[in-house]
């Protein structure tokens, strides 16, 4: 899963009105297979996960669902994550084309659910054994006092570390940021490698360093903008020194693949990552042997050590016309069986407590190590406008990387943009 942000502003009443209208993606009526009491017409699921790698697991998973209801065909479609949040809002405005099930990322369920282009699923087929999930995965599904999505899978970050090149530097994995300075130092000194590369381009990898720091991006609760304030202004610093003091190399263009790319070929020693991109680091010659990959928390800043929650949910348009199949669909994807077979198959963390104590997910190296990581991960705010918030940071993010601005101004820069976007937050 790649994570990039995207997002545009839609009128909601526009979308409450758009929510009883139905897609033109050849989706057959739901109301037919209720009198027959079998299932039948096409569920459209837009995917959003990693293409060549995740990407195969889910579109071969999503089509054995019609192992067990064969008049149904799942028409799978991979949409880039990058692109898939706006994708979806200008097709549910326009009442074309959205598909019947999307893969949501947490922040953008409230987002969706707040313009009326989710249906509701408090007392639908598609939330059962509700209990089951885990709480802090349910919580991003909720908006308004309803449930508009399943959580699918969870996640946080990790550092990824080269056990071999840390064993030849002889530096012990950084649990702080002076740690990792002071290690990246030995590995160039010792072995000529760079300690880490910093993906410069997406602001989801500069929440670690922003709670590390004691800081958010917001405070719901208080309708306050947070982002701007002291801690803010640090853990721009702090990230902005890794680079400078070259303990880390970064890129604000084309991140994912050169940082994957460092990683894999042996060229830097460190990365931080989440469970999403394990089975692509296999991928590497330099995990051929898979137990020279280490993971463990990411470094501490000066008020500890903080990784943000994230995650994805299905959730269903509104307009879809074969609701049965889609809540039939969105219960099969979310089941114990089909997590299970997910976290086997993908290292992805499950959502629901009961698929932790099945074999091949209690065996899992990967998840064993993510899971206390998601326990104490920080929940980001599930407000409409959450997805919203990381395109300013974004932007400012990358400016302080590669000297543009300073940390204060970038600080500066996100909090104004943010309450322009935050009416009457302070």
């Not at 017409?41 to 067990?68: L, N, P, Q, R």
């Not at 064993?167 to 649990?175: E, I, L």
Request: with cysteine.
């Amino acid at each position: 899963m790649r994570r990039g942000i995207a997002a545009t502003a839609l009128v909601a009443a526009l979308g409450v009105t758009l929510a009883a209208c139905g897609s033109d993606d050849g989706s057959a009526n739901g109301g037919g297979s209720k009198g027959s009491g079998e299932l039948s017409g096409t569920v459209t699921w837009w995917d959003t996960s990693t293409v060549g790698s995740e990407d195969k697991v889910f579109k071969k998973i999503a089509e054995d669902f019609t192992k067990k209801h064969p008049k149904v065909t799942v028409k799978y479609v991979n949409v880039p994550f990058g692109e898939a949040q706006n994708k979806f809002k200008n097709a549910a405005q326009s009442g074309s084309g959205a598909p019947d099930v999307i893969r949501s990322e947490v922040a953008w369920t409230p987002d969706f659910a707040s313009l009326g282009y989710l249906q509701p699923l408090d007392g639908t087929p598609a939330l059962k054994e509700e209990g089951d999930f885990l709480k802090q995965a349910a919580a991003s599904t909720k908006f308004d006092g309803k449930t508009y999505a399943v959580p699918q899978v969870i996640d946080s970050m990790g550092i990824f570390y080269n056990k071999k090149i840390l064993k030849d530097a002889g530096v012990d994995v950084p649990k702080s940021i002076a740690e990792l300075k002071t290690a990246s130092a030995t590995i160039k000194q010792k072995t000529g490698k760079t300690g880490m590369y910093l993906r410069g381009d997406d602001p989801y990898w500069f929440l670690s360093f922003l709670y590390g720091e004691g800081g958010d991006l917001v405070d719901a609760e208080s309708k306050t903008v947070t982002v701007d304030d002291a801690h803010g202004v640090k853990a721009l610093a702090t990230v902005k020194d890794l680079v400078d003091s070259k303990a880390a190399i970064t890129d604000a263009t084309n991140g994912w693949d050169n940082m994957q790319a460092a990683f894999k070929d042996g060229k830097v020693a460190m990365i931080i990552n989440g469970p999403w991109a394990v089975t692509d680091t296999f991928a590497g010659k330099e995990f051929a042997d898979k137990a020279n990959l280490g993971i463990a928390p990411v470094p501490a800043g000066s008020a500890g050590q903080g990784a943000p929650q994230g995650g994805h949910n299905l959730a269903i348009y509104a307009g879809s016309k074969n609701m049965d199949a889609s809540y039939a669909f969105t219960e099969y994807m979310t089941s114990v069986e089909t997590q299970t077979q997910i976290a086997k198959e993908l290292s992805l963390l499950p959502t629901r407590e009961s698929v932790y104590v099945k074999p091949d997910v209690a065996s899992n190296q990967m998840i064993g190590f993510f899971k206390p990581v998601v326990d104490k991960a920080v929940e980001r705010p599930w407000i409409p406008e959450g997805g919203s918030l990381f395109e300013p940071v974004k932007v400012e993010y990358a400016k302080v990387l590669t000297g543009q601005t300073t940390p204060e101004a970038g600080a500066k820069a996100i909090g104004e943009s943010y309450r322009k976007l935050l009416k009457d937050w302070k």
